[in-house]
């Protein structure tokens, strides 16, 4: 039983439970890769059955990973998997159960609104939410439930890319600010002259025969 009831591993060279952020990133990008088709298909197919079967293995994802052990999530384990090879990458357990509960109460509204069928502004606005969340969690690795811990003064040793950390971290250049602003106006502008040259209406020209 204490295999099963039990949030995170105990790793030598470790005074705290951790988890391993490879798999916490892959299980991340998973659901959010097949989150996003799920929506998708809302649109293509105008059903929300994908929609549905989605939240609900997002729904037993967390119910598993908060409550029994995230090392026995379905998710998890594809993540486990996939970076089998990987060197683990140990992060405190306490921040990731906090923002993972996090994750199992936006699960818990998800069910609310499946079982009595609700269509609502709030259940797709946490749809998108949950999406944003693993987005920004297995491509940039940032764990915003753990900043959020962090934020609450709540004591920490390691966080995904040390954000719980109080150490002086680098500056970022400034002048980056606006190469990337530039890239942005490259990026509309060649977006607007491509419409109006190529994707514009033009006048048809009609031949009529005598």
Request: proline share 4%; glycine share 6%; with cysteine.
């Amino acid at each position: 039983m204490s295999i099963l009831l039990n949030f995170g591993e105990t790793v030598v060279d470790y005074d705290y439970k951790v988890i391993n952020e490879r798999e916490a990133r892959a299980s991340a990008g998973i659901m959010f890769l097949l989150g996003l088709l799920s929506l998708f298909s809302v649109h293509l197919y105008r059903t929300i059955f994908w929609a549905e079967l989605f939240s609900i293995t997002f729904i037993l994802e967390f119910f598993v990973r908060v409550l029994i052990n995230p090392k026995y999530a379905p998710y998890m384990l594809i993540g486990g998997l996939i970076v089998s090879n990987q060197q683990p990458d140990w992060v405190e357990a306490k921040p990731k159960q906090f923002a993972w509960f996090l994750g199992l109460m936006l699960g818990v509204i998800m069910t609310y609104y499946i079982i009595f069928d609700i269509i609502s502004p709030i259940r797709l606005a946490i749809c998108w939410l949950c999406l944003f969340l693993m987005f920004v969690e297995s491509v940039f690795g940032i764990c915003l439930g753990c900043m959020l811990y962090k934020q609450m003064h709540w004591k920490t040793y390691k966080c995904p890319g040390n954000v719980c950390e109080t150490v002086s971290k680098p500056t970022y250049d400034k002048r980056k600010y606006f190469l990337i602003l530039a890239f942005l106006g490259l990026f509309f502008l060649t977006y607007f002259s491509l419409k109006s040259y190529k994707f514009s209406e033009k006048p048809k020209i009609v031949i009529v025969k005598e």
